[in-house]
């Protein structure tokens, strides 16, 4: 096999499963900027609504989240001119990329996948099938585009794996290199930003407590009141970061404050040392405010004219499916697969 050159090119997803929040924000929003604005990468990006369906989704909720998720994205400063946004549902090449990925990803390396195991919890007899293979969308949501570079939040990583893994395998069982072992981009301090209320959880949208995240949407009253509130321990912050290590929430914090200033954790502490919660909480929630105020101002400025938003979203599943299209019905080709053109 003859290595095959691929079009760099970046592919990353939001569910609208719940309004977004600082996590998806510092680990994933603002580093598809980033990338889109380094102009390095064709980059493609998409509100994947088939995802949020593997948890229970009231219908007009959904709606409103999808819109509130592609507002988040412009608001945060993805440009559709630039970029390709789209819902994922509105490409159909994902799910049907995505069934034949089922049957080529294994049993055993979807049941290893740790959020699986979290999300079915206890109860996996009554998960959905969807929640189960949702990794194997994923993957297609990815290859669907021959996407060669992928920036997550560390939560994401073991599925980007499965996801070189399946195309690993799919190459080796047809002898052709027709996917792209595609790379994570992980990094920064806010790859993993912690719930408020535990610092050993994740921030989620669907965590049932609103009080462990900051919320896009959240006004600066509120974003104070949750970090004025946020868990911590009663000692003062310490010299050095490395200090922090059996600290969670107290290491989230400095964390949250790199993340929002783009330093690093190290650099932050440096200006934070010694101070106790009540002088540092208040600074955190005013940094917060300066990033996420004019995010929040725009992303509803944008749902006011949801009309506006399904027609961004529309335009660029068409240009999606430009890209989608001829891969899957290659894909189908060297399966053996007959295609009535
Ligand atoms: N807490 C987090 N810290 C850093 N990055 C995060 N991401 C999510 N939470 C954090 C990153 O955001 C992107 C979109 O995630 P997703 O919405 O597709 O799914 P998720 O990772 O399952 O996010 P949530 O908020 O926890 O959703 P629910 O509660 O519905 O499961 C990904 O790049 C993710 O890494």
């Known amino acids: 096999m003859t290595a095959t050159a691929f079009t760099p090119r970046v592919f990353s997803g939001i569910q609208p499963s719940g309004g977004l929040t600082l996590g998806n924000y510092l680990g994933a929003l603002r580093r598809f900027v980033d990338m889109q604005d380094a102009g390095t990468h064709e980059c493609i990006f998409c509100v994947v609504d088939l995802h949020a369906l593997t948890t229970w989704q009231a219908p007009d909720k959904l709606h409103a989240q999808t819109r509130e998720a592609a ?33 080529v990803a294994r049993m055993g390396w979807m049941r ?5 195991k979290d999300k079915a919890g206890k109860n996996s007899e009554e998960a959905s099938l969807g929640l189960f293979a949702y990794p194997a969308l994923m993957a297609a949501d990815i290859l669907a585009y021959h996407a060669t570079h992928v920036p997550v939040g ?23 290199d027709f996917f792209p072992i595609t790379e994570p981009v992980i990094g920064g301090p806010a790859a993993r930003v912690m719930s408020l209320r535990d610092g050993t959880k994740k921030m989620s949208k669907s965590d049932p407590s609103d009080m462990s995240r900051i919320n896009l949407s959240d006004d600066a009253d509120t974003i104070a009141q949750k970090f004025r509130k946020a868990r911590t321990d009663p000692e003062p912050l310490p010299e050095t970061y490395g ?9 989230n914090l400095v964390d949250i404050l790199a993340g929002l200033q783009g330093r690093t954790s190290e650099e932050v502490m440096g200006d934070v040392a010694g101070q106790g919660w009540g002088q540092f909480k208040p600074y955190l929630a005013e940094v917060a405010v300066e990033t996420l105020g004019p995010i929040t101002t725009e992303m509803n400025r944008l749902m006011a004219d949801p009309a506006e938003i399904d027609r961004t979203l529309g335009a660029g599943a068409l240009r999606a499916r430009e890209i989608a299209s001829p891969i899957l019905a290659k894909t189908m080709d060297i399966m053996g697969i007959v295609r009535s053109v």
């Open 71 to 103: 507002a988040a994205f412009i608001a945060a400063g993805i440009d559709p001119s630039r970029s390709i946004l789209f819902n994922q549902a509105a490409v159909p090449e994902h799910a049907q990329l995505a069934w034949l990925f089922n049957c």
């Open 112 to 116: 290893r996948m740790t959020q699986w």
């Open 154 to 176: 560390e939560d994401q990583k073991q599925h980007l794996e499965l996801t070189r893994d399946i195309a690993a395998k799919f190459n080796h069982d047809y002898g052709q």
């Open 243 to 251: 200090e922090l290590k059996d600290r969670p929430e107290a290491r």
